[in-house]
């Protein structure tokens, strides 16, 4: 389930003429039954409210005031957003004889033509008031508030948040909130400018289409509609004749997959940025310590796994998004780890709707192809999951099943997309070209048997994500270094760049310049320390054959300490 929550306005769209119909109100008990929330948003004071409408207990929560005021109807709670308005702001508008005039808890109402006496009144004493227009209704209000931040203050108290929301609504004052929802909806008595706006337009007016709208999403949750979160979605990349191929949580999973060096960290860590900056939780499994440097909460480290019950706690804040570093769990224990977490997140997925991305980097390594599926904790269906690999042929079906878009990189792209539809038991789809540096073949299972050039996102933060690690960590001796020289007499292991870089000073100029027109220290750079402009820089030094040892060894050593400014020296100085 991964719309939790219906928020809607009340009159004009719950409502017509104040008054909410039997068949809506049955849609609505059928809502919650679900188990999904509901959220009332009105401009409404809330005694006017309780004398127009008995079933407040059909909400969660009911933002009234305009965003002022926050009640919670099972507990008839009434928590102030707002502070009230001036005493001698609303003397002076009665003094004026301005009528109708209604004062609330913070907001203060009348009608057109009356904003000429408001904003009269508000210059006369300097206050810092806004006015807000719904249809012939001008409600003044603090600066700030409104239905959006009414509604960010009810989801804050369910522990919501808004990606998993609809909004609906048929008015001006409606468009904070539906801005402010993963979807916004609009019924199809509402105003034109806000029909505009809407990710979806019901057939159905006021209370008709609400019971569409709730209809479509017990049959089909984000699904119920062609233009459901058509805001939300993020690019990964573009084709060559200029569509973006986005990505969206509540679609299939995601398959970024290629030899070591092709892109994939990078494509990662571009979606990673991508998703926190738009207020996405995310989830990162992460066995190589290669994403604790991002603005998320890292559990576990290089001797400690994470706790699960750490990891749920942190979860439940639908703003914390979480790195679970698993290079202290024992390499063989990595799948059944990964089993538990993934089984206590499907819980909370199913009330929240969160976390709304799954990111699986070395999913060969925790999915592994020969594991059972029944011990895999997957569904069938794992929208938002992002799996990166090497290989797909190593991952367990299971896993496969679940994706609905593949990335292939590298220049062997095109044998991995046929690896993936050999494993996923699906037709090969024909590749005719490479993709070059910083594309991909995309394919997309509704796209039958053809696979695009794409051009993808970037990271911003380059190689951020690597420098600890690869500067003073232990890389294992999968992906260190070993000088061995032309006749492969020594087996010198550099666990990092600091121990490269203080051997390289070590070694004689024989094994050096072996290594060095071999091409292996780009090799290692490319496929171990996962940075190409840093290998490009290295195989660029590679390829001046009139360098000697000395001078290489000074180029190469600038290079790494310009990117990673990790040699011993500054490393105690800065620890």
């Known amino acids: 389930m991964y719309v939790t929550c219906l928020a809607t306005d009340y009159d004009g769209t719950l409502a017509a003429d104040g008054l909410v119909d039997s068949r809506t109100i049955e849609s609505l008990e059928r809502l919650r039954k679900s188990g999904r929330k509901t959220v009332l948003v009105t401009g409404r004071e809330l005694p006017d409210l ?158 008709a289409g609400v019971v569409e709208l709730i209809d479509a999403l017990l049959d089909q949750d984000a699904r119920a509609f062609a233009g459901f979160g058509r805001r939300e979605r993020i690019a990964a990349g573009e084709t060559e004749s ?96 990964f089993a538990q977490f993934m089984s206590a997140i499907g819980e909370l997925r199913a009330r929240t709707g969160r976390p709304h991305w799954i990111l699986v980097d070395e999913a060969h390594h925790l999915l592994p192809a020969e594991r059972h599926a029944n011990a ?36 062997q792209a095109g044998e991995t997309l046929a690896a993936f539809c050999a494993a996923a038991g699906l037709p090969r789809v024909e590749t005719s070209r490479k993709p070059r540096k910083r594309q991909a073949l995309h394919w997309r299972r509704d796209a039958g048997a053809s696979a695009r050039i794409v051009a993808l996102v970037r990271p911003a933060e380059k190689a951020e994500r690597h420098t600890r690690k690869y500067a003073e960590g232990d890389l294992g001796e999968d992906k260190s270094f070993f000088f061995r020289g032309p006749e492969n007499a020594l087996k010198l292991r550099a666990q990092n760049l600091t121990i490269f870089l203080q051997m390289a000073e070590g070694v004689d100029d024989e094994t050096w310049l072996h290594h060095l027109r071999a091409g292996d220290y780009s090799n290692w750079a490319r496929c171990a320390i996962k940075d190409d402009d840093l290998a490009d820089e290295i195989a660029a030094v590679e390829q001046e054959s009139e360098l000697n040892a000395h001078a290489s060894r000074a180029r190469i050593r600038e290079t790494i300490e310009r990117r990673y400014t990790a040699p011993a020296t500054q490393a105690k100085s800065t620890s």
């Open 50 to 207: 309780l004398r127009c409408f008995s079933r407040l207990d059909l909400f969660d929560r009911v933002v009234a005031e305009n965003g002022a005021l926050l009640y919670a109807p099972s507990t008839k709670k009434e928590t102030p957003l707002a502070p009230p308005p001036p005493a001698l702001f609303v003397d002076r508008l009665r003094a004026l004889g301005v009528e109708p005039l209604s004062v609330g808890r913070a907001i203060v109402a009348t009608w057109t033509p009356r904003e000429k006496e408001v904003l009269q009144a508000i210059r006369d004493f300097g206050l810092e008031l806004q006015i807000v227009f719904n249809k012939g209704a001008v409600m003044v209000l603090p600066p700030g508030v409104n239905k959006a931040s009414g509604l960010k203050a009810a989801l804050g108290d369910l522990g919501l948040s808004p990606h998993n929301v609809v909004g609906v609504g048929d008015a001006e004052n409606d468009h904070a909130f539906l801005a402010f929802s993963g979807c916004a909806v609009a019924v199809a008595n509402a105003l034109p400018m806000l029909k505009a706006a809407a990710d979806h337009v019901t057939d159905a007016a006021r209370g």
């Open 242 to 337: 200029g569509d973006e191929i986005k990505l969206y949580p509540a679609d299939g999973g995601v398959l970024i997959a290629g030899a070591s060096g092709g892109g994939k960290s990078n494509l990662a860590t571009a979606l990673f940025e991508r998703f926190l900056d738009r207020g996405f939780q995310v989830c990162i499994f992460d066995p190589e310590g290669d994403y604790t440097r991002f603005r998320a909460v890292s559990l576990g480290d290089g001797k400690t796994p994470p706790q699960l019950s750490e990891a749920v706690k942190v979860l439940e804040g639908p703003d914390d998004s979480l790195v679970l570093n698993l290079l202290g769990a024992p390499f063989a224990e990595r799948p059944v780890v």
């Open 376 to 411: 895999l904790a997957l569904p069938k269906e794992l929208p938002g999951a992002i799996f990166v690999t090497v290989d797909p042929a190593s991952m367990a079906p299971a896993a496969l099943e679940c994706v609905n878009d593949v990335f292939a990189v590298g220049p």
